[in-house]
T-cell receptor
Framework: EAQVTQNPRYLITVTGKKLTVTCSQN?????MSWYRQDPGLGLRQIYY???????DKGDVPEGYKVSRKEKRNFPLILESPSPNQTSLYFC???????????FGNGTRLTVT | AQKITQTQPGMFVQEKEAVTLDCTYD???????LFWYKQPSSGEMIFLIY??????QNATEGRYSLNFQKARKSANLVISASQLGDSAMYFC???????????????FGTGTQLKVEL
């Protein structure tokens, strides 16, 4: 089954404790990206990658890191999480054409 | 810069009735795509329908249709014969095909919460 898999689905952590949210897709898509969803703001792009070893900042990159060492994986790293990073996070992938984005099921992160 | 506006934070509709969810957009790129996604309470993002800026016909997918009015920069979603399972948050989104980068970035509106009632 074609899918984008994120883990974990839920994560509660404390300020400053490094964490990684994993994302993997099995559709051989070139493009992968991370979004965060906050009430009243819709979804906003954090980082994106157009291919292996090619990553760039989206609209809200502060406090996040990413890497793309393999085509299928695109982890999101929070080196020192803060409460304002409490949000619902989505990983998405697509081919480089007019196709819709395929989203993972989301990771609900709470930073206390 | 791209912008998507959804002016209806919440909508109610009776089961089996049709409902229109509004979406207006702004872009300076003549080539773009408009998407609608559904987000049920479980949280996942489900793609519903796509309209390209050069498409001559309005897009339709089953009970979903997109009322695309290019001159007015609107891309309203019409759901016919509403069902209880249509209760969800609905997002309008846009991607332009110009040289703005973003890796196929979608710009999202703030969403409309639809509640279908018996």
């Amino acid at each position: 089954e074609a899918q984008v898999t994120q883990n974990p689905r839920y994560l509660i952590t404390v300020t400053g404790k490094k964490l990684t949210v994993t994302c993997s897709q099995n559709m051989n898509h070139e493009y992968m990206s991370w979004y965060r969803q906050d009430p009243g703001l819709g979804l906003r792009q954090i980082y994106y990658s157009m291919n292996v070893e090619v990553t760039d900042k989206g609209d809200v990159p502060e406090g996040y890191k990413v890497s793309r060492k393999e085509k299928r994986n695109f982890p999101l790293i929070l080196e020192s999480p803060s409460p304002n990073q409490t949000s619902l996070y989505f990983c998405a992938s697509s081919p480089p054409d007019h196709s819709p984005l395929h989203f993972g099921n989301g990771t609900r992160l709470t930073v206390t | 810069a791209q912008k998507i506006t959804q002016t209806q934070p919440g909508m109610f509709v009776q089961e089996k009735e049709a409902v229109t969810l509004d979406c207006t957009y702004d872009t300076s790129d003549p080539s773009y795509g408009l998407f609608w996604y559904k987000q049920p309470s479980s949280g996942e993002m489900i793609f519903l329908i796509y309209q390209g800026s050069y498409d001559q016909q309005n897009a339709t997918e089953g009970r979903y249709s997109l009322n695309f009015q290019k001159a007015r920069k609107s891309a309203n979603l019409v759901i016919s014969a509403s069902q209880l399972g249509d209760s969800a948050m609905y997002f309008c989104a846009m991607r332009d095909w110009g040289l703005t980068g973003g890796g196929n970035k979608l710009t999202f509106g703030t969403g409309t919460q639809l509640k279908v009632e018996l």
